[in-house]
């Protein structure tokens, strides 16, 4: 079994467990999350309380913006200049949909990691903890279900 070390402690442990049934179960990282290519991105914590707050305060920031825009559009149409009003609101609304969709790709946590039933090629399926999940190997191309915290065989039918 491998395993990570840091600093002379074991970090974690990087292979399927064994469990009582004597298969072989997936391991789950919390934190951690496949991007937008697939590949697998270990978090922490730190990381996601961080990327939760910078959403949040986004989010102030493009409605603030949003309702400026609004305002100070109305304000510069009602002194007599309708076109530059319009053209400043419709700025200041792009401007806060392109900040909007910095953080529009939303991360789904959690992350379990183990071997396909059917060809023992390392497989990820990004799920939470008590989700039931189906995907297909990209080795075999085999339907692999993640249930009960085990990766099962799942006839080509299931969804």
């Known amino acids: 079994m491998a395993e990570a070390v840091f600093k002379g402690r ?5 292979d399927a467990q064994v469990n ?12 951690s999350y496949l991007d937008q290519e697939g590949k697998l991105q270990i978090g922490n914590p730190v990381s996601k309380l961080i990327r939760t707050s910078l959403i ?5 920031i493009v409605s603030m913006g949003s309702v400026i825009g609004l305002v100070l559009g109305i304000a510069i149409g009602y002194i007599g ?5 319009a053209f400043f609101f419709a700025c200041m609304t792009i401007g806060a949909w392109v900040q909007s969709s910095a953080f529009g790709k939303r991360r789904a ?3 379990w990691r183990g071997s396909c039933p059917h060809c023992e090629e390392p497989l990820k399926i990004s799920a ?8 297909s190997c990209a ?14 065989l799942s006839p080509w039918y299931a969804s």
């Open 20 to 31: 009582a049934l004597g298969e072989k179960s997936p391991t789950f990282s919390r934190y």
């Open 10 to 14: 074991i970090a974690c442990r990087l």
């Open 81 to 85: 200049h309708p076109f530059f009003g």
């Open 56 to 60: 949040s305060i986004n989010t102030l």
């Open 139 to 152: 080795m075999c191309t085999h339907r692999v279900t993640l249930n009960n915290e085990l990766f099962r």
């Open 128 to 135: 939470r903890k008590a989700e039931t999940k189906t995907v």
């Open 109 to 111: 946590y959690g992350v």
